[in-house]
């Protein structure tokens, strides 16, 4: 697969110096390498941490909360937020869907004194380490192997045949950006992953 044919990017210009005092923790992975499990662990155990909403075009599911899961919003209201250059980064995974990063969702959590976690897709990571290289820290997520991935999806049981082969053609495109970030957890055992993940953050948090 491709994954420039199916992926649309846009990177907003640098970020302002005076965020420079501000830290960023980023989380990225392929889907099913439990970045978002690992992400909820580390809320649980660094209150210092605060979880960063995306704005996002698809439809809300059930037991989900708008403002808290995600900001839903329809393409005209996300594309309006694109004109107003008011994302860190944004993209349009499919057509029609986008995922976004606020800068408002940013000044926000600092705001509160606490610093953002992004649960976010590789090539948005990417690009929000490169717009605060100073300030963030980017940890990739890594499956044990392809094989332990597919079964993890399959063990959902929301894929079908042509879905699973779409997310599993992109986690090995998304794999071979590993390089690209400041650490790399692998994901074999949670408990342990978690745990290297935390004591990762706290050494950047300088707790």
């Known amino acids: 697969m491709n994954f420039s044919k199916h992926t ?12 420079s005092a501000h830290k960023i923790v980023i989380l990225t992975a392929p889907s099913g390498a439990g970045k978002t499990s690992i992400t909820r662990y580390l809320l649980q155990q660094l ?13 809300m599911r059930a037991g989900e909360t708008n403002g808290a899961d995600y900001y839903f919003m329809s393409p005209e ?24 990063t606020l800068k408002s969702e940013l000044s ?13 897709d590789v090539k948005g990571a990417i690009h929000v380490q490169q717009q605060y290289p100073g300030q963030s820290l980017s940890i990739f997520i890594e499956p044990p ?3 332990e991935l597919r079964r993890r999806l399959i063990s959902r ?7 699973l082969q779409t997310r599993l ?3 090995e495109y998304e794999l071979s950006f590993m390089s690209h970030f400041n650490k790399v957890v692998v994901n074999d055992d949670f408990e342990e992953a978690c745990a290297e993940t935390e004591s990762i953050v706290k050494k950047f948090l300088e707790i």
């Open 108 to 120: 926000r959590l600092w705001k509160l004194h606490r610093c953002p976690l992004l649960d976010i």
């Open 8 to 19: 649309f990017l846009y990177f907003p210009v640098a970020a302002d110096a005076s965020d």
């Open 169 to 171: 053609n992109k986690a």
């Open 77 to 100: 209201a996300f594309q309006e937020k694109i004109k107003n250059n008011e994302f860190v980064e944004w993209e349009m995974v499919y057509e029609g869907k986008y995922y976004g």
């Open 47 to 59: 209150p210092q941490l605060a979880f960063s909403i995306s704005a996002a075009t698809r439809p």
């Open 157 to 163: 049981g929301s894929e079908s045949e042509d879905s």
């Open 145 to 147: 192997s392809v094989k």
